[in-house]
């Protein structure tokens, strides 16, 4: 069972060969953005461009139909007028091709008695031995093929963990830009649109299956058939974590599911409690959802729950220690004896040393935060350690301060000693941990904290640590680490 | 009663001289951070730098204590050791200082008796003729008279209209920041600490008294008088919007309270519901405070709630209208006759038009979305205008499709073209419109399009529209109104 489904889904994530029906020397049309994207990506397999009026696109040959290409064809990716789609899945049929996606709309989400025909007709084609995704979707990024989506030709080359469905195109290629600088990384991302044929009741079930996805994510307006992808759900609870935004469930918004593909939104409290009893993890907003999928990437799922906080500034504190406790997390004070000896390191006024920890102002020297690195290292009753570092603040003191150049901070000795703090006490106490560095500028000339954050960011990802910008996100993070450990507890 | 308010902090916010008694020519000390800043930000009046060492501070003459100064002393900055705050507020009080602010921490806050002591003893010596703030505070922000904050010379030196009272200092410096670049401007900031003297109540009537304060927003974690200040509420309810962030309501957050200014929190179901009969309307964190107070700033308060949102990509569509219902805001369908004209301007497929307008794919020309912003202008139905444009897609066709040069893109017709477009609807609807413009990158070299995104940010704004990276934020604004005027009607 298991087996077939990955065998079943091998041409359409593993094609050697696609023909790209629809192409266009026109750069604004899909045809033309899909093909480039492609080549661009680097897909090592043979592409065909097809299209009535022959000549050449980028350096290619264009063949006027399927049946003149010479070679085999694995795959085709129709974007064409949608009257003219069934017939050309026919061609397909006959020349043998295994897999297509259709980005072409007009079908089911028209609302039309004409489009849900054509629909229909595409669904029993598929069953006559080709399997199809869309219509009305974007396609398929597999970074491992090199496929990708319409307009994705910039998505990382690197293969991942993480296996995205998604009945929206558009999110699909929001997601792929966003997960770029946060190192996600995906095993495939799959737009399925109104899911003729493949829906996301298969896309689940292949990703449980493939052992290349360890995370599986998705974007669900309207389910094909909602008690199955429950049952999905729960045949596999706790084996991987699935983080599910299911949109739709207002009023509003399932008028407007109705439009976008055709498909029923259903009741937000139903939802709400089917998804959680099968185990998902369920997000309400692209925000959201990439959060949570950074946490299970950066944080051993099974990571404690008891926290300890440490920055400077007692808002931060105050407000770390409020969120956190909202999200369900615990901040225990630190132990009598961890405390007494951390008191004997810190001066008696200025600070609070309990946990959370506030070292009373926003610019930190590392080694007075590698003592309470140490101290929640050392304490039985902590699990999880949360740095806070405002990054302005420490430029702001390197460079306008002590007056001194304007290298990146990396360069400074200064944060190379708080990541070998982060490296030292994580090898030594086997405890994650999780940094928080708050970007408050927003000047449009200050664009170079901007940039030296996300350098900064880049560093500790490099090195394994989560970074976020605000405590809200990490505190999210962390609850649905919760949420996971709990559907597995079952 | 309001007039002597406003007198009675006259000498706190606008002081002709002042003396910043432990100047230091040391640059991490407090004292020369201070001075520094408020040198550096402008200060029209005269500087008194004193340190019983003497010498010279940025070329100012350091006077050996209070009395060597030669002209008066309005208004006195502290930063010595605790021990000797008493004493020198006394030497202030015969040299006829009429104000104070204490940076100086080690008081109420250490939870010792002796800092109990310490603390009552400054607010009996406020009581003998001297205003004091803090202490354990980062003091006055006011760019009409050049004051600043502790680390605050970069702040804005434009003067705007909302009042912030805070009891965290490291939130003034941080909002300092994030105000900058979001237009946010102050008439006065207040970080005052424990409040020995000066307190919440005090700040808040001042805020509703001052002329020049139209928003008044506030963090604090425990208040001297409780009932007193939901009272001040009660009696100014609907004529400001007053936004407060109550932190410390959890146990854990009300712990880190009591190690930070020596306060209680609260119980977070008893302020819910004392600030809301209040009229206040309550934030939880400081990027909800932000977005609640720019609201403020580029909405009318009495906007109304029905709303029409514009975009590309069928997934935005859903999510906006999930978010916009459940922050208790209407997205009604347009009426017929304004469906029937819009629907002879688009093509019927990939497209719905009803409300929310999903135009198919996110990169819109602005001419399109005009026919759409004029539809929703005409509909008697609609109040608020919200477009989504998603900036990175803009910049890849121009870009990358249409291969054209690296110009910013403010300097293309279409960005142009659309703030035309909003102007031209806002002057003939007279309906206020809101920019979503989502920021998808987030790659350190890509940092160029964040660089765009402020650009544009900044021509929007400068014209008065509002602009989001979120539609969850753009929907939390609204909800902000929602609450004022909810507040408003009782």
Redesign the interface.
């Known amino acids: 069972m298991n087996q077939s489904i990955i065998e079943a889904f091998e041409p359409l994530f593993y094609p050697k060969s696609l023909a790209i029906i629809g192409a266009s020397t026109e750069?604004?049309k899909f045809g033309n953005?899909i093909l480039s994207a492609i080549k661009e990506i680097g897909y090592g397999g043979k592409i065909y461009p097809v299209n009535p009026e022959g000549g050449e696109i980028r350096g290619m040959k264009v063949y006027p139909s399927l049946k003149e290409i010479p070679g085999e064809v694995d795959f085709a990716i129709l974007t064409i007028p949608?009257t003219l789609v069934s017939a050309t899945l026919e061609e397909c049929l006959r020349r043998g091709v295994k897999g297509a996606e259709i980005l072409t709309?007009?079908f089911k989400e028209?609302g039309t008695p004409e489009?849900r025909r054509m629909e229909e007709d595409l669904t029993r084609i598929a069953q006559r031995g080709i399997r199809i995704l869309g219509p009305n979707c974007f396609g398929i990024y597999c970074p491992e093929s090199g496929l990708t989506i319409l307009?994705g030709?910039n998505f990382s080359r690197e293969t991942g963990p993480v296996g995205f469905l998604?009945?929206?195109?558009?999110?699909c290629?929001?997601l792929g830009?966003?997960?770029?600088?946060?190192g996600i990384r995906f095993s495939k991302m799959v737009s399925y649109g109104n899911g003729c044929d493949v829906g996301a009741c298969d896309l689940l079930e292949y990703f449980f299956a493939d052992e290349k996805t360890r995370v599986i994510a998705g974007?669900v307006?309207g389910l094909e058939d909602g008690p199955k992808f429950i049952r999905i759900l729960r045949e596999n609870r706790g084996r991987k974590p699935v983080i599910l935004w299911k949109?739709?469930?207002?009023?509003?918004?399932s008028?407007?599911?109705m439009?976008?593909?055709g498909s029923m939104g259903g009741s937000e409290a139903v939802w709400h409690s089917a998804l959680k009893q099968a185990g998902a993890i369920q997000v309400?907003?692209?925000?959201e959802l990439v959060d949570a999928i950074y946490a299970f990437l950066y944080l051993p799922a099974n990571a404690g729950l008891r926290v300890s906080v440490m920055g400077?500034?007692?808002?931060?504190?105050?407000?770390?220690?409020?969120?956190?406790?909202?999200m369900g997390l615990d901040?225990p004070?630190f132990s009598s004896s961890v405390l007494k000896k951390l008191k004997t390191s810190f001066p008696?006024?200025?600070n609070?040393l309990?946990n959370?920890v506030?070292l009373?102002?926003?610019m930190i020297p590392p080694s007075m935060l590698r003592k309470v690195m140490e101290a929640a290292g050392e304490d039985q009753g902590i699990d999880t350690l949360i740095i806070i570092q405002?990054l302005?603040?420490i430029l702001?003191?390197v460079r306008?301060?002590?007056?001194m150049d304007d290298r990146p901070l990396s360069q400074f000795s200064f944060q190379p000693e708080l990541l070998k703090a982060c490296e030292d006490v994580r090898a030594k106490y086997q405890k994650p941990i999780i940094l928080v560095l708050?970007e408050?500028?927003?000047?449009?000339r200050?664009?170079d904290l901007?940039?030296e954050w996300?350098?900064e960011?880049?560093v500790y990802q490099a090195a394994g640590f989560p970074v976020f910008k605000?405590?809200?996100q990490a505190a999210r993070a962390l609850h649905h680490l919760v949420a996971f450990q709990r559907a597995k507890a079952g």
């Open positions: 750069p604004t953005i949608a709309s007009g028209t489009g307009p030709q998604s009945q929206s195109g558009g999110l290629a929001d830009q966003i997960a770029k600088g946060l974007y307006e949109a739709g469930l207002t009023a509003t918004g008028r407007a599911v439009s976008h593909t309400y907003s692209a925000e400077g500034g007692g808002a931060i504190s105050v407000a770390a220690s409020d969120s956190l406790e909202r901040i004070v008696p006024v200025g609070s309990k959370p506030d009373g102002n926003p405002i302005f603040y702001f003191q306008h301060r002590l007056r708050p408050i500028t927003t000047d449009a200050l664009i901007e940039s996300r350098r960011r880049d605000t405590i809200d």
